[in-house]
């Protein structure tokens, strides 16, 4: 994908003509996938649920107990 002067395609230099079309539709439909998903757990009766919250941590980041926990959020909303 890189061109000539290599350069990878973006909006500002051209060349997202050369990107495969299957390639945005996945990008499209997983990104439409994880936002239905986000709505429909902000629309449920969940308590545990907060804005950002979607129950998926695989490397298990989130702290363990409360105090850790507000100040996380308190962090990423400042950022």
Request: glycine share 10%.
């Amino acid at each position: 994908l890189v061109d000539a002067s290599d350069r990878a395609p973006s909006i500002l230099n051209g060349g997202l003509g050369k990107v495969n079309p299957f390639y945005w539709i996945a990008i499209l439909g997983a990104a439409s996938a994880i936002e239905f998903y986000g709505i429909n757990k902000s629309k449920s009766t969940d308590d545990s649920y907060f804005p950002g919250n979607l129950g998926f941590d695989p490397l298990g980041v989130y702290p363990k107990n409360e105090a850790d926990q507000k100040n996380m959020q308190l962090a990423e909303i400042k950022n």
